[in-house]
């Protein structure tokens, strides 16, 4: 009878979980069909298409990269914070927690040992939780970047709607081939990083306030606040929204004609809704955390804390009413506050950077544009200024619609103009989708030469994406001949972050090298991935280099920059000597041609005595 009972239950379990299983698939039938109601046949296959390639070049140009500089810390953060509840954590110190949360998604069923959760250093604890836990470092990295390739799947069919409701069908589907084609969203929407998740969130409130300001409804009010809420736990970045949606409010508001009373209770109306929700999905992501911001400053960051504050006021009463608040009131999100401080300090301070062959203290203002410029398809540079030349020509009340693209890309380029900190294109990676819309719109033009150039455009820009794979990471375009002369322009996070150890140990193997003298950019120790090799000088503050007790003899003796024999790997940024204390270490490797240049961002030289 118990047999009998259980068969009786699973049956209908079984039952239940088909009948579940069906009413899910058909109603993503009938989700699919609504979605995509304007779009013949033809066009749903090309849309599916372009979903297949994002996934596989993604996944494929994920396969043999190791994990770069900053994933060394994030990965396992939000599995941390759910784990210890401990919302004082540095790493949010230094960014929002969302894409924290986003990485761990697929790792949270693991069981990390307890050590992993010990340090108050996150890159021990990313260290244990990557290559001690007892799981394959690369199914960990896998698991950690999968969410952020799944999320480049969605985005690319948000970007599609907007182009849609826009600009029609057709600039929908070039919109969407230029995103699945392109090599700055392909070189970051793999990686766990914050710039991508910033670059989506960021999208999707300007959507959703457009359609706000088009189709008012309690449903896009809510969710403009959730994805403004959802941007700003992203990267401190997304802080531009908020002139971004006041200055397209406004442009709404003269669209209708001018300014009355019913428009700024409209405003505050808006506003205050949107604020209110993004208020609560903001403190929901710091798990509510309400106290004190000196309870939130790690002990070493505490004596900047004060300085910062004894530099912020002159008056002395103002001061002491400054230094109260930061140690007795508590705030909803102190870590946010924190972090927002934190970086704006680092913008301003600013950083040493690779610039056309000279190593610059200071960033010039357009230093951004050049990048842009350099890492940028040709092809949708082309696109961008028919494009603009295209919205110049049209005056009508649609150029209002445009300006929810163009906007953003302003103030974002005119933040970093003056941000210090700026060195890589990933910065800049907000800008693309708004760009990718804006350029959609040519495929409407009657002009027989616009038709043309845009075939020619999506030759070259296709072709120039397959020739990429799988190092976008490291692309430069023909204005400098190509990936393989980067080198010479750029350098940090636009060639090299430390993502091609695995390849590295790929030649290896393949020549048979037992061992190799190497200089090494990025925060995983080399030996992590079977890497032997002799110590050569690498820049101070990487977390491997600050133990290994070779460099503190080499730094002590002055022998690091010495001229070696036999097998030689070194970082591109390494071998520009942008974060080496002696920055002409190498200079006498430029008498030298390397054998094997490994994704454009190792060199390998074998020099013979």
């Known amino acids: 009878q118990i047999e009998n009972l259980i068969k009786s239950v699973e049956r209908l379990i079984n039952r239940m979980l088909y009948r579940y299983t069906k009413s899910v698939i058909q109603r993503s039938i009938e989700m699919w069909g609504k979605l995509f109601k304007n779009y013949s046949k033809w066009q749903k296959f090309l849309i599916i298409f372009f979903l297949i390639m994002i996934f596989l070049q993604n996944v494929l140009s994920t396969y043999n990269k190791s994990i770069i500089y900053d994933e060394k810390r994030y990965i396992g953060v939000g599995k941390y914070l759910i784990h210890t509840d401990n919302y004082k954590y540095k790493a949010l ?3 929002p927690p969302l894409s924290y949360y986003l990485n761990s998604i697929l790792l949270l069923p693991l069981e990390f040992p307890e050590k992993s959760y010990q340090s108050d250093d ?14 394959s470092p690369f199914i960990i990295t896998f698991l950690a970047r999968l969410p952020f390739i799944l999320l480049s799947l969605i985005f690319s069919l948000v970007v599609l709607k907007f182009a849609e409701r826009l600009y029609g069908v057709k600039s929908a589907m070039f919109a969407m081939f230029l995103y699945t084609f392109s090599v700055t969203i392909l070189s970051h929407s793999n990686l766990v990083l914050t710039d991508f998740v910033v670059s989506v969130f960021m999208f999707l409130t300007i959507f959703y306030f457009w359609k706000l300001m088009n ?7 809510l969710l403009t606040g959730v994805f403004f809420g959802l941007a700003q736990i992203s990267k401190i970045t997304a802080i531009i929204l908020l002139p971004c949606l006041f200055l397209l409010h406004a442009a709404e508001t003269y669209k209708k004609g001018h300014f ?33 911001l000196k309870e939130a400053v790690p002990p070493q960051y505490a004596d900047k804390a004060y300085n910062f504050l004894n530099k912020s006021f002159s008056n002395e009463l103002a001061k002491k009413a400054g230094i109260y608040v930061f140690e007795k009131i ?3 999100f102190p870590s946010y506050f924190l972090s927002y401080g934190y970086l704006s300090s680092l913008a301003v ?6 610039f056309f062959g000279k190593i610059i203290e200071e960033s010039v203002w357009y230093y951004q544009f050049v990048v842009f410029l350099l890492k940028t398809q040709i092809s ?7 494009a603009v030349i295209y919205f110049t020509k049209t005056k009508s009340k649609k150029n209002v619609n445009e300006l929810y693209l163009i906007l953003p890309v302003l103030l974002l380029l005119f933040l970093f103009m003056f941000n210090k900190m700026t060195v890589a294109v990933s910065h800049i990676i907000p800008i693309y989708p708004f760009l990718i819309v804006f350029c959609s719109k040519l495929v409407n033009s009657k002009d027989k030469i616009v038709k043309a150039l845009l075939v020619l455009a999506m030759i070259h820009y296709f072709i120039s994406a397959i020739f990429a794979f799988p190092d976008y990471f490291s692309y430069f375009n023909e204005f400098v001949g190509g990936s393989k002369n980067g080198y010479k322009y750029l350098g940090d996070g636009n060639i090299d972050n430390g993502q091609n150890l695995l390849q590295l140990k790929e030649f290896m193997e393949k020549r048979n090298i037992q061992k190799i003298n190497l200089s090494y950019l990025g925060s995983v120790d080399p030996k992590e991935y079977g890497i032997t090799y002799d110590f050569m000088t690498s820049p101070d503050f990487q977390p491997w280099v600050m133990d290994n007790k070779i460099y503190l003899k080499l730094s002590t003796t002055g022998e690091g920059c010495k001229k070696r024999n036999g097998w030689i790997a070194i970082s591109v940024s390494n071998y520009q000597g942008v974060y080496l204390q002696n920055r002409s270490c190498f200079s006498w490797l430029k008498g030298y041609k390397p054998i094997e240049r490994i994704a454009n961002s190792i060199f390998v030289y074998n020099i013979k005595s």
């Open 349 to 354: 301070e600013g950083r040493e950077r690779y």
């Open 260 to 292: 009355k009373k019913k428009n700024i209770k409209e405003f505050f109306k808006i506003f205050s809704a949107v604020f209110i929700v993004a208020f609560i999905v903001i403190w929901a992501g710091y798990g509510f955390a309400f106290y004190p």
């Open 330 to 332: 508590p705030v909803p």
């Open 215 to 221: 189709e008012y409804s309690i449903k896009n009010l």
């Open 122 to 135: 996150w890159y021990v604890n990313g260290s244990e939780m990557i290559f001690h836990s007892g799981y």
């Open 380 to 386: 949708l540079i082309v696109l961008l200024a028919l």
């Open 93 to 95: 110190n230094h960014n």
